[in-house]
T-cell receptor
Framework: SQKIEQNSEALNIQEGKTATLTCNYTNYSPAYLQWYRQDPGRGPVFLLLIRENEKEKRKERLKVTFDTTLKQSLFHITASQPADSATYLC???????????FGSGTRLSIRP | DTGVSQDPRHKITKRGQNVTFRCDPISEHNRLYWYRQTLGQGPEFLTYFQNEAQLEKSRLLSDRFSAERPKGSFSTLEIQRTEQGDSAMYLCATLRGSNYGYTFGSGTRLTVV
């Protein structure tokens, strides 16, 4: 079965630095990959989507890369702020789009 | 409010009781999904509907679980004879289309005591 691995440890970085989160998967590549933010007690909020034929996607301070050879996606937050502190979830979507498979998430803390 | 609404936000029940959760989706989104999330884990797929048709069910969805979406509008998820292992956050999500992400509700947190 498909497995997704995200940074197993929480990530703690200084405000203003770039946060980089990793998502690795096994087996076959998805049609596209999504990143979500989740705050405690809330549902996930969609951030970015990248397709298998795209190498990089940007949105404001966010950047996502997708390497199907390495079976890896990297999620970057530049000029990080304490308000960026949350859990970030990687999710794989296969061509049927019948469901998405989530990783367990990485908890990111930005200290002032 | 044009988001996905879930009710109740919290539910505490005794083991063996039945519970029902409701999800009101964004009206123009015809796909509706149910996920379950436990602490420290990502959401796990339970089932999904295309309009009123239930098209896929996870093996996680035992016989005690049933979901409906009458008339392709709101959806309900019922758990019969609850067990402590059912304690989790139950999330509802809708999908506008494959070029967009899922829109999740805030979830229903179930605690079985």
């Amino acid at each position: 079965s498909q497995k997704i691995e995200q940074n197993s440890e929480a990530l703690n970085i200084q405000e203003g630095k770039t946060a980089t989160l990793t998502c690795n998967y096994t087996n076959y590549s998805p049609a596209y990959l999504q990143w979500y933010r989740q705050d405690p007690g809330r549902g996930p909020v969609f951030l970015l989507l990248i397709r298998e034929n795209e190498k990089e996607k940007r949105k404001e301070r966010l950047k996502v890369t997708f390497d199907t050879t390495l079976k890896q996606s990297l999620f970057h937050i530049t000029a990080s702020q304490p308000a960026d502190s949350a859990t970030y979830l990687c999710a794989l979507v296969y061509s049927s789009a019948s469901k998405i498979i989530f990783g367990s998430g990485t908890r990111l803390s930005i200290r002032p | 409010d044009t988001g996905v609404s879930q009710d109740p936000r919290h539910k505490i029940t005794k083991r063996g009781q039945n519970v029902t959760f409701r999800c009101d989706p964004i009206s123009e989104h015809n796909r509706l999904y149910w996920y379950r999330q436990t602490l420290g884990q990502g959401p796990e797929f339970l089932t999904y509907f295309q309009n009123e048709a239930q098209l896929e069910k996870s093996r996680l969805l035992s016989d005690r679980f049933s979901a409906e979406r009458p008339k392709g509008s709101f959806s309900t998820l019922e758990i019969q004879r609850t067990e402590q292992g059912d304690s989790a956050m139950y999330l509802c999500a809708t999908l506008r289309g494959s070029n967009y992400g899922y829109t999740f509700g805030s979830g229903t947190r179930l605690t079985v005591v």
